[in-house]
Structures are given as structure tokens and as C-alpha cells.
């Protein structure tokens, strides 16, 4: 079980450069969403706060959700690859946390993305973790990497 105080936990979704990650200066809790398909944000992301002794923790992504209902949240951070006056092009899982994060009241801060990626994953990328197959060979998939988060959801 999370052991936070109320509206104590800095959110992290996508993988973040080290510049980036050097910003968070949260205090107590920081949560990193796992990142699927690849899992990258929760390697990278979790390797940078240990390695200046801070213990992050790593849920899955769609695990956020509770982390809001029980108003744990205090700041949700997003890896950003574009942005513009209409919004901003994040890795994927950002759209939710956003939307999330308005409907709580919470600040979204926007953050340089470790790379830029393509649009579109592979099917490989989602059937498959680590060696393991999550569903039968020849399932149909729909792999977004990216997705744009419009400005009324950043804030």
C-alpha cells in the first residue's frame, strides 16, 4: 500500500531526459508510470532517482486513476516532445493524466521527452513483454506512442 499524505505525490508519465528529470524536486512521493509498450519510462525514470538516492516507485500506467481518487496527487508531470499554443504532442498515457488532472484541480507541468518518437508502435511492441506473449498471435493492435493533449487540459 502507498504510505503518502494527502496531495503528496509528484506523477510521472513518459520518459523523461536527464535534464528534465533533474527538475522534479518533489519532496515526497514520486510515482512513475511504467510506460507501455516498452517500459522505458519506469527503467529510465526510476534509474535517475535512485542513482541520487531518491526511491521512486513504479505503477502501472493504469493504475493513475486510483492514485486521483484518492486525492494522492499534488502535480502531474508529462514528457513533451512538441508544443504550441493549441496544446502539446506527449508520449502516450498523457491525454488521461491530463484530463484527470483538470477534473482533480491538479498543475501539469510539461517536460523535454528523452526522444522523439514515431507515431505508431508495432503489434510486436504490445503482443510481447520481456520475451512474454500477452495475447495470441494474431490478435489485431493499435499501438499509439504519441498524443496530443489540447491546451484546456494543461495548466
Known amino acids: 500500500m502507498l504510505d503518502f499524505k494527502k496531495n503528496s ?20 512521493g514520486i510515482v512513475i508510470c511504467e510506460g507501455r509498450p516498452s517500459l522505458r519510462a519506469g527503467e529510465h525514470n526510476s534509474r535517475f ?21 484518492k486525492n494522492l496527487v499534488k502535480e502531474v508531470v508529462l514528457a513533451c516532445q512538441y508544443a504550441d499554443k493549441t496544446g502539446a504532442l506527449c508520449d502516450t ?3 488521461i493524466l491530463a484530463v484527470l488532472a483538470k477534473k482533480h484541480n491538479i498543475a501539469v507541468r510539461l517536460l523535454e521527452a528523452e526522444h522523439k518518437k514515431h507515431f505508431l ?17 494474431g490478435t ?9 493533449v489540447p491546451k484546456k487540459y494543461l495548466k
Request: hydrophobic content about 45%.
Open 9 to 28: 505525490i509528484c506523477l510521472i508519465q513518459g520518459v523523461l531526459t536527464n535534464g528534465s528529470l533533474a527538475k522534479i524536486k518533489a519532496k515526497d
Open 49 to 69: 532517482f535512485l542513482d541520487k538516492k531518491r526511491q521512486p516507485i513504479i505503477i502501472c500506467d493504469n493504475m493513475a486513476g486510483y492514485l486521483f481518487y
Open 93 to 95: 498515457g498523457a491525454l
Open 121 to 137: 508502435g508495432t503489434s510486436k511492441d504490445l503482443l510481447g513483454l520481456k520475451g512474454m506473449a500477452t495475447a495470441p498471435s
Open 140 to 148: 489485431n493492435t493499435y499501438v499509439p506512442l504519441v498524443e496530443w
